[in-house]
């Protein structure tokens, strides 16, 4: 394995299938471009005349779309910068904090992160998308899913303000689980 010598930008993003690791390679005597994501190379372009420009990929189960742009700060330096879905990571993040929740748990041993997207109401695992069932109850909705030989089920019930919206809770055999922080 030859040693990431040109390895100039390193990225951690949090999609619903797991977090994943963006590395990105740039030789600027060579020209030479590499992305991997998760250690698996994406992208090699050797000899690129251009230094600057930009490289599109996915990332995760949902082929989540990005974008690395290569600009040229002064003289020999650059700037590197992650899109995710057409926005810089920061405001990404920001706007998923809003549209997910996420929690991570151990259960027997084994760690658990689930997610659920608001918008669809899918739930994921471990970055595998959960069978769920959803059902009405006396105060909101249930999402019930299973995770090894756990019952799981997910509340929503309105928090009676409107600026907040909906509360979220995950319910693991009858313990509430914090809500993590990503």
Not at 63 to 78: C, E, L, M, P, R
Not at 137 to 157: L, M, N, R
Request: charged residues 30%; glycine residues 8%; negative net charge.
């Amino acid at each position: 394995l030859e040693k990431m010598t040109d390895l100039v930008a390193v990225w951690e993003v949090a999609l619903s299938d797991g977090v994943h690791k963006i590395e990105f390679e740039h030789g600027t005597t060579s020209g030479k471009r590499v992305v991997y994501v998760d250690g698996k190379e994406e992208i090699r372009k050797e000899w690129m005349f251009k230094l600057v420009g930009k490289e599109t990929f996915t990332v995760g189960a949902a082929k989540t779309k990005a974008t690395i742009n290569i600009d040229a700060v002064s003289g020999f330096a650059y700037e590197y910068t992650l899109e995710i879905n057409g926005k810089s990571l920061k405001k990404y993040m920001e706007n998923r904090a809003k549209t997910t929740n996420t929690w991570v748990l151990s259960l027997g041993g084994t760690d658990y992160r689930v997610v659920l997207e608001k918008d669809t109401m899918d739930v994921w695992c471990n970055g595998q998308k959960m069978e769920t069932a959803g059902e009405f109850v006396e105060d909101g909705t249930e999402t019930h899913f299973s995770v090894g030989d756990h019952s799981c089920y997910i509340k929503a019930v309105s928090s009676g303000k409107r600026k907040e919206g909906i509360i979220h809770t995950l319910i693991v055999d009858d313990r509430e689980i914090p809500e993590a922080v990503e």
